[in-house]
């Protein structure tokens, strides 16, 4: 029984029901939205698992989402993964496989209340044998209390909840929901899938292209493929442009004679790549992430891919600088003192000349990091300082270090025994420095790597002279 014919019923028998506003509907298993007035992308969606292409990890034989499935598993779950891999499809496909009833959510526009009113509706249908299962797509844009409100209902059987994200749903959903799902981790569709989704439009002729009779060279639908970023909507969305296109120029030959597809067309259906890319989430930061990595592992070229990737995509180059300059000071920094400079450089060209000029700055610094000497000795040591200002005790500064511009002062000790440097043949006195509880530490070892190693030979040389005479050796 259909979730309207439910209703009918329900007020027969004097329930007060509300029907469901615009935010969210029952979506019936075969949409009645005429062929041509829906996208390609939504013509071609997927009915069944056989017609599911990508997520093989998933839904492959004896995997476990589709395990879950065929066992009709009710535990909810959450699909996390990019955009046009196939989320919110899986979840009409167990909707159609259990019967159930399907009511899609927006997280951007519903509230508690439309929650909840769904949530009492569910219970009532749950009480006539009926299973409901509700997808909220991008469910990360729901806050706490929204989050909170299907909690009960999940505990209870009433719904199944399948919630769909873009971002890691570690930090995006409450630990008390998370808990109750299972996450499933989708991947971007391969270029060799992609070819097969589009290859799969050309040829039907009920859902697809077919009735146009269009050709595609596989050369070309790799170029639709590549342009996509593994987001199959998009692939068809650039698909149905190039076909319109196509028809558009060979309005004066025969319907029933094939039009071919050209690379020139599919670049002029694409205009601009869309990079999946998104500054405000965890693609953000990922790429990032990358582009440090890179210049730590003095790899120029993958540096080079990554910055090229946040720039095209629209990221902040002033963002960009500043992590740029982090990398200068927690990879390289004493290794070659002079890369700081240039960052700072880079930066500063950024700011004065704008973009796109300003992108050949922040290459050639990413590019001079990557190929600079190693060191995170510096990093190292102010990490091992942190620690010990946050776990020792905060000793008073000894008295030798301390000024004494006062009669006062100077009679309570302040600067007695201080060492000036400069009056030292050598210019190193042999005075402690640090606190006596932490004499004798070390926090800075540098390295071997460029200028550190004269540090480190210097260092050393500051170490002996700081010694008494008697126990030097000689330097030869």
């Known amino acids: ?17 509300r029907t469901f506003v615009s935010l969210f509907q029952a979506i019936p298993p075969e949409d009645s939205t005429p062929q041509g007035a829906r996208p390609l992308a939504d013509r071609m969606r997927p009915r069944t698992l056989d017609e599911f292409v990508g997520q093989e990890h998933l839904v492959g034989p004896g ?23 196939g989320k919110t499809t899986l979840a009409k496909i167990i909707a159609r496989i259990t019967k159930a009833d399907f009511i899609e959510f927006s997280a951007v526009l519903a509230g508690i209340k439309e929650i909840k009113q769904v949530m009492s509706d569910a219970d009532r249908a749950r009480q006539y044998g009926t299973r ?16 909170d409100a299907f909690l009960p209902h999940v505990e209870k059987g009433s719904i199944r909840l399948i919630g769909a994200t873009t971002e890691n749903p570690s930090f995006e959903i409450n630990g008390a929901l998370l808990s109750r799902c ?9 270029e060799d899938e992609i070819v097969v989704l589009l290859q799969r439009a050309l040829s039907d002729s009920e859902r697809g292209l077919g009735q146009l009779h269009l050709e595609a060279s596989e050369e070309a639908l790799r170029k639709i493929a590549a342009y996509s970023s593994g987001d199959a909507r998009s692939a068809y969305n650039v698909l149905e442009v190039a076909a319109s296109l196509s028809v558009e120029t060979r309005l ?56 090229a990737r946040m720039l095209e995509a629209g990221e902040d180059p002033l963002y960009i600088a500043r992590r740029v300059v982090r990398m200068a000071v927690e990879d390289i920094g004493l290794a070659e003192p002079s890369a700081l400079a240039l960052c700072m450089a880079a930066r500063d060209a950024v700011d004065f000349i704008g973009m796109p000029e300003g992108n050949l700055a922040l290459a050639q610094a990413v590019v001079y990091l990557s190929v600079a000497p190693k060191s995170n000795a510096l990093y190292t040591a102010y990490g091992a300082v942190q620690q010990d200002v946050e776990q020792t005790a905060a000793e008073p500064v000894p008295l030798h270090l301390r000024n004494a511009p006062t009669g006062l002062m100077k009679g309570l000790g302040y600067g007695k025994d201080y060492q000036y440097a400069h009056d030292s043949e050598n210019k190193v006195a042999d005075m402690q420095c640090l606190p006596d509880s932490l004499r004798d530490r070390v926090y800075y070892h540098p390295t071997n790597e460029g200028i550190e190693k004269r540090i480190r030979e210097r260092l050393e040389e500051i170490k002996r002279l700081k010694q008494p005479a008697s126990k030097r050796m000689p330097n030869h």
């Open 1 to 17: 029984m259909r979730l309207q014919e439910r209703y009918t019923l329900l007020r027969t028998e004097n329930w007060e029901l």
């Open 63 to 85: 995997k476990p989402l589709r395990v879950q499935i065929e066992r009709d598993d009710p535990t909810s779950m959450i699909f996390w993964g990019p955009p046009g891999t």
């Open 182 to 190: 299972r996450v499933y981790v989708l991947k971007p569709l391969t």
């Open 132 to 147: 409901t299962i509700v997808f909220v797509d991008e469910i990360h844009r729901f806050n706490k209390a929204q989050q």
């Open 252 to 307: 004066a030959a025969s319907p029933s004679e094939a039009t071919t597809i050209t690379e020139q067309t599919i670049q002029e259906a694409v205009q601009k790549r869309v990079l999946l890319y998104d500054k405000g989430g965890e693609e953000h930061y990922n790429i990032i992430s990358a582009l440090h990595k890179s210049v730590r592992n003095s790899d120029p070229d993958a540096a080079l891919y990554w910055l």
